[in-house]
């Protein structure tokens, strides 16, 4: 017995970097970051057309995302690329305002449903499966004169959006998110305005969070209710995490670091993927002591009640993790002269480790939150969404693939060895883009993207040969 088991360890170390059969590679894009014909064909404005068209000082490079990469014409270029890498996914979103104009489900924009229809058939057509996101940050801008997320009635107008999709794409989409990054929406957007600068730190987040998670429930239910039987389709939500390291063995940066990965990734996973759901105990107690010092009259982290927690408990077929970086967290508890703020409500923080050879390469740190994952959530099915690396666009992009060694390993390291349910890999992304506030300054591509010429051409980087042979070869090369 003993002996076998040592066999097999030496079988699976041999073969460390071999892909289990099952497992999928893909490769995302979003709507607002690629496709450019933003007022084509009776598409409506959205929250990036009006803050580029109106706020170019806030853009990196005062540029905007009118062409991008144009996909909205050059999408059969797109699938061409795919069948060259022979990846299993394409992920992309559907942009609200190019199916619905206003945002309201009462006008349809035919070209809009033939945009994505026709893609998704020559997907279809190349043995690529399709796997959508349903809502990639580009609210239509009508929603956001509204509140945007913070009016609860968004969540309904995102039910209306989501059920045009299902009713003309469900037929061959099988693989559904509902929601990209909400700590990036709430937090990043409605709190601290590193996307859009809408902030209102401490209170904005925490509405947003609320509406986002009841909207993502929505469209579960409705899916489930409606549409599973016919469609037989399964549908979840992409989360946004980092792994939070402990800065020290100091117990207190030990509870910081947990603190953090609680209040942060628990902020939507434990509504959603544990089996008693609502919030997480520590985030509905410290918002709460710290609204009572800063003297509301209450937590301004809005409660979920009884019917609210049981209907968003449980509304995902599995979860889909983006994750580009680690940090180092310690404990840095702010006195109540600080103003609010969620930083301070977690009373945390983040810092990268200047000993790290390069910050944006500590794939440990994946294998890590994957399994605080696996152990939080009682192991659920996982899609690695989101993983990329940014750099200044060079064709010969060694670190690039240095990264996806890393990480491509961490990954399957944590499905075979650890027994981590994670099904497959989908990275970002296909071609340098618009990274909304940075413009075209960092580039995730496996393709260039020649953003000076008309044509948009693209050109494969070494990266694309890399990731190419690891998905034809099923080998991870060393
Ligand atoms: C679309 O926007 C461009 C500027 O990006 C403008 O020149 C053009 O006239 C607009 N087209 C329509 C149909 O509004
Ligand atoms: C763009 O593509 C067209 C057609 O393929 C070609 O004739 C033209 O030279 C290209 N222009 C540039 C700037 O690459």
Redesign the pocket.
Known sequence: MIFIIFAAFIIYNVNSVRVPPNFKFGIATSAYQVEGGWNASGKGENVWDRLMHTRPDLIFDHTNGDVACDSYHKWREDVEILKTLGVDYYRFSISWSRVLPTGFGNKINPDGIRYYSDLIDELLKNGIEPFVTIFHWDLPQPLQDLGGWTNPQIALYFEDFARVVFEHFGDRVKKWITINEPSSICYGTYGRGLYLPFEYPGIGDYLCGKTLLLAHARAYHLYDNEFREKQHGKIGITIDSTWAEPKTNNKKDVMAAEREMQMGTGWWMHPIFSKEGDYPEILKFRVAEISKTENFPESRLPPLDQEEIKFIRGSADFLGLNHYLTYLVSDNELNTNVKTSLEKDRGTKNEVDPNWDNPLITPWGMRKLINWLANEYDNPIIYITENGYWDDGRLDDQDRIKFYKGYIKAVLDAAVVDKCNVRGYITWSIMDNMEWRVGYKFKYGLYHVDFQ???R?RTPKVSAKFYQDVIKNRYLPE
Do not use: F, Q, V
Request: aromatic share 0%; no cysteine.
């Open positions: 010429s008309p044509n051409t």
